[in-house]
């Protein structure tokens, strides 16, 4: 049984973790499948938007196997958090956005994979936290990077300190949730976002998200330089061309990517 589960549909990739008995959890295995996965729809340019959920109903990832961390040596662990870290980062990294739909438990590595997608929708029963102190670890997959640029130092010290779970309002009201939804909705509403996006055009959308992903973390001139740049990789496309033909002719505009 394949441990991570990928299809595609109009544009639209879906990527399930499928360890339900586990609640998701990441062994070596899932944390490569996981990889090879991301290799592929980072290559593929039919594919304009993803969804990462987990299977069940029960969580959308636990976190690490700590079943498998039990019988791992020291070096094997470290070879799991240098996978783990590194295949958040290709996810972090794919020029096109990416939606956590978070159906249940995000703990952990769960929490670190819903932090490096663009959007997080949540159902209302979720609970979420960076869990790895009460385990005498820290959190390995950039957990410590990434919510404190999202929500601030001191209030990512308090969830990471105190190894303290929130429920889904809680984190809508901290600005990690971007909407909480019931659960027969958290799938349909996740789809209905990409297609929001899709139809705009896909090689400007990449671009967008590229300038603000790296423009965000530096001073305003080597952002405006940034954006300048993404922009500058636009100008010559035919989608720009068929964006203004369509405006002239009154329709839709048809984007192809190119």
């Excluded at 008995?21 to 295995?29: A, H, K, R, S, T």
């Excluded at 040596?73 to 956005?97: A, C, G, H, W, Y």
């Excluded at 990077?145 to 010290?157: E, F, P």
Aim: net charge neutral.
């Amino acid at each position: 049984m394949k441990k991570v589960l990928f299809e595609t549909n109009n544009h639209l990739a879906f990527v399930t973790i499928n360890r339900p008995e586990q609640l998701n959890c990441f062994d070596y295995e899932t944390l490569v499948e996981l990889e090879n996965i991301i290799e592929e729809i980072k290559l593929d340019k039919d594919i304009r938007s993803v969804i990462f959920t987990g299977a069940g109903e029960k969580a959308f990832s636990a976190g690490a196997d700590l079943k498998e961390r039990r019988t791992l040596n020291e070096k094997e662990v470290r070879r799991n958090v240098s996978k783990i870290r590194d295949v958040f980062t290709m996810i972090e990294e794919l020029p096109q956005p990416t939606i956590a739909a978070i159906n249940g438990y995000a703990l952990g590595g769960g929490f670190e994979l819903a932090l490096v997608c663009d959007f997080r929708y949540a159902v209302k029963k979720a609970k979420m936290g960076l869990t790895e102190v009460s385990w005498a670890i820290i959190p390995g997959a950039g957990g410590t990077q990434r919510l404190s640029r999202l929500i601030g130092t001191s209030k990512a010290k308090e969830l990471i300190l105190t190894a303290r779970k929130i429920d889904a309002q809680q984190a809508f009201d901290l600005g990690i949730v971007n909407k909480v939804v019931e659960d027969d909705e958290l799938i349909k509403s996740s789809i209905a976002l990409s297609e929001e996006i899709m139809k705009n055009g896909p090689l400007a959308v990449a671009q967008a998200k590229y300038a603000i992903n790296y423009g965000s973390n530096v001073d305003m001139k080597t952002g405006l330089a940034i954006e300048s740049k993404a922009y500058e990789v636009i100008i010559p496309t035919k989608d720009r061309i068929e964006a203004l033909q369509a405006f002239n002719e009154k329709r839709p505009a048809i984007f192809k990517g190119e």
